[in-house]
């Protein structure tokens, strides 16, 4: 069974900084690409940074240069690096593992909170 487990959410305030992980078992990440995702109250869901197979990353406008996605596949894990936190970052973040074009697998979030 894979499972998708996040971990590292809470209440911050502005400026701060949280380190967000997704362990997956039950899957090996090696070879897939990955991307947390958030979702932010009354909104739909968003890209906010991917990382492929290789270690190439990618960002939206609003997150780059205040996040940092990486992955050790050693630990089958994947992390977000969230520095410089705006209540407008305030959501339910969630990792997930791209395995094909009609399959992937994701976690049930984490919720974080910015407070102004």
């Known amino acids: 069974q894979v499972q998708l487990v996040e971990s590292g959410g809470g209440l911050v305030q502005t400026g701060g900084s949280l380190k967000l992980s997704c362990a997956v078992s039950g899957f090996t990440i090696e070879g897939y690409a990955m991307a947390w995702y958030r979702q932010a109250p009354g909104k739909e869901r968003e890209l906010v940074a991917s990382i492929t197979s290789g270690g190439n990353t990618f960002y939206v406008d609003s997150t780059t240069g205040r996040f940092t996605i990486s992955r050790d596949n050693a630990k089958n894990t994947m992390y977000l690096v969230m520095s410089s936190l705006k209540p407008e970052d305030t959501a339910v973040y969630s990792c997930?593992?791209?395995?094909?074009?009609?399959?992937?697998?994701w976690g049930q979030g984490t919720r974080v909170t910015v407070s102004s």
């Open positions: 997930t593992v791209y395995v094909r074009s009609s399959l992937n697998y």
